[in-house]
């Protein structure tokens, strides 16, 4: 659980539904033109993922609960990360406080510089496998599949950006992810332990000042007790440094099959946001055997982000000290929680906590005062498009998945969730029940008048004894 101690906060989401003929847009706000440039490239590509996570949503199928009353999710659709962006406008405003800058894209104008990448690439795809097939040595192969997968995530995230903007795509290669990864488990490259894992993987990443992710699990959020333990390992063998501070980020995926695991670690340059190389190792299960390898709350994690609340005009979004994605604190670590509302608007935060005893709902205390206003905090224009500290959390017992789900309007928030306060835990808790209190949660916000714009944004993280 997470526990206030400075002040309380909270947050929840994004999702624009965009028009696929219209531009799509970004706003920052800096002291400097680099740094609001900066801002409105990322707030860019939170629009663009929120597109690809709005498509994720309208796919999912709800079969039903299976007898153990878990819901069951059905969708083919990809998700990408670290969605590559080309062709930007931006027009600057000088105002007050710095600079403000909007940083557009036009899929007419762009559509050319994706599909030309995009070939590119293809052209690369086909040049490895026409070296694999050529190859006889086992560790060239290796490295030219390791090269292929890296450049098949490459077509994809640029392939997610094309769909979304309405471009229309070349055909695509004669060969996917999934070939790839079948191939490389037939070359084993003997690793019978943790340790021998993380020194093959450090051998790639020799670069200074580097921040390690812990690896998920494929299509997961949250970090399971296996990612918590390869860190630990393989922080010893890189030279990290503090997210502040640090010039890359090193974020790691796996897949799961019968006898072993397909690790996958990427180099990510912060200024440019550009992969700089990847590393993919094949892991036995004996190595791994006694680690739980699947995240607690995956079922519940896919039904929180699948339903998020769509508006064309009106973003949040919530982000922790260490970024958004990847994210695992341990016992008696300091969380930070930060918020942006691109306009003037009021919001009010739900946790759910799942841990090995209990699952539990509730809101969030963001001031001081009476009845619901203590739960709802205002954004003022001033603040608007601005990162705000909603204050500092310490990581205590019990451990397991917290996600926040942060709800924004742009009119005062009237009906909450009924609440009952707990004496032993200090919570306002909403439910025991984590799925009903996210129908309640979703029920409250569909309003009538076309006047009243919803948003929200989730996050997830995993907390873990040290």
């Not at 003929?21 to 970004?26: L, P, Q, T, V």
């Not at 799925?435 to 009243?452: E, F, P």
């Amino acid at each position: 659980m997470i526990k206030k101690i400075v002040l309380s906060l909270a947050l929840t989401t994004v999702v624009v539904s965009t028009s696929l003929y219209a531009n799509i847009s970004g706003v920052g706000v800096g002291k400097t033109q680099s740094l609001a440039k900066k801002e409105a490239l990322l707030d860019l590509g939170r629009t663009i993922k929120s597109e690809v996570r709005s498509n994720f949503e309208e796919s999912i199928t709800v079969v039903g609960d299976d007898d153990n009353g878990k819901t069951k999710l059905i969708s083919n659709t990809k998700i990408s990360s670290n969605l590559p962006i080309l062709g930007v406008d931006f027009n600057k405003l000088f105002i007050d406080s710095g600079v403000k800058i909007e940083a557009s894209l036009s899929p007419s104008k762009v559509a050319k510089l994706y599909k030309q990448k995009l070939n590119n690439l293809k052209d690369e795809i086909n040049s490895n496998i026409a070296e694999i097939k050529k190859s006889k040595n086992n560790s060239i192969k290796l490295n030219l599949y390791e090269n292929l997968y890296s450049l098949l995530k490459d077509y994809d995230r640029y392939e997610s950006v094309a769909i979304i903007l309405d471009i229309k795509l070349p055909t695509r290669v004669n060969i996917t992810k999934a070939e790839v990864k079948s191939e490389m488990l037939k070359l084993d490259l003997n690793i019978d332990s943790m340790k021998m894992a993380t020194k093959v993987l450090a051998k790639e990443f020799t670069e200074d000042s580097i921040f390690i992710y812990p690896p998920l699990l494929q299509n997961t959020t949250t970090v399971a007790p296996f990612g918590s333990a390869f860190i630990q390992e393989l922080k010893g063998e890189i030279k990290t440094s503090p997210l502040k501070k640090a010039s890359y980020i090193l974020v790691g995926e796996y897949t799961l099959s019968k006898k072993s695991m397909i690790l996958n670690y990427e180099l990510i340059a912060l200024k440019s946001n550009k992969v700089l190389k990847s590393k993919t190792i094949n892991i036995p299960k004996k190595v791994y055997k006694d680690f739980e390898v699947k995240p607690k709350g995956i079922d519940f994690s896919s039904l929180l982000k699948s339903g998020v609340i769509l508006s064309n005009n009106l973003k949040v979004t919530i982000k922790t000290n260490k970024g958004d994605e990847n994210l695992l604190y341990k016992d008696g670590e300091e969380i930070e929680l930060f918020v942006k509302l691109n306009k003037m608007g009021y919001i009010y935060i739900v946790g759910y906590t799942q841990t090995k005893g209990k699952k539990l709902s509730y809101l969030v205390e963001l001031n001081e005062g009476d009845g619901d206003s203590k739960f709802i905090k205002f954004i003022n224009a001033d603040d608007a498009s601005r990162w705000i500290s909603l204050g500092a959390f310490t990581i205590e017992q019990p451990f397991g998945v917290e996600s926040l789900q942060i709800i924004a309007s742009n009119q005062r928030i009237k009906t909450l969730p009924n609440v009952r306060y707990d004496d032993e835990s200090g919570y306002y808790i909403i439910s025991n029940n984590i799925k009903k209190a996210l129908i309640t949660t979703r029920g409250i916000k569909r309003k009538k008048s076309k006047k009243v714009e919803i948003s929200e944004d989730v996050l997830n993280f995993t907390t873990m004894k040290k």
